[in-house]
């Protein structure tokens, strides 16, 4: 799988981790690919974003003078969490175990674990010994 053009340093070493780590277990289709390259711009962003902060710092001058909080910073806030949601909607295999990797699928394996365990009480099942 080609990387796409127009990424920088940072989003080039994001999709080279991903791709490399799921290469021998599945290949990425269209829809996941178009994440991770959006992840991967997101994450160029934010090399952006630091390096404006670093060089401004992180207050500013307001219109009046008056120390403010350098809008960057909110921006790259913004930013690891963008790159956090959108990689977390690929939902990657852990590798060598089988657990859901997002909040939501590890949630509602829990929810259908209580509802089989509900089920095997009524009937007089357990679980752990069949």
Same mark, same amino acid.
């Given at each position: 799988?080609?990387?796409p053009k127009g990424l920088g340093p940072s989003g080039r070493a994001?999709?080279?981790r991903i791709v490399d780590a799921v290469h021998d277990l599945y290949e990425l289709d269209e829809r996941e690919? /178009?994440?991770l390259r959006l992840a991967c711009r997101q994450a160029d962003d934010l090399v952006a974003l630091e390096g404006a902060i670093k060089r401004d710092g992180r207050t500013v001058k307001g219109s009046a003078g008056q120390p403010r909080l350098h809008p960057a910073v909110?921006?790259?806030r913004q930013a690891r969490l963008?790159?956090?949601?959108l990689l977390g909607l690929l /939902?990657?295999?852990?590798g060598d175990d089988d657990e859901p990797r997002t909040e939501r699928s590890r949630r509602a394996a829990h929810a259908a674990n209580v509802r089989w365990d509900l089920a095997?009480?009524?009937e007089g099942r357990d679980?752990?010994?069949t």
């Open positions: 799988m080609t990387t994001l999709w080279k690919q /178009e994440i909110a921006e790259a963008a790159i956090g949601r /939902e990657l295999p852990a095997d009480v009524r679980r752990g010994k």
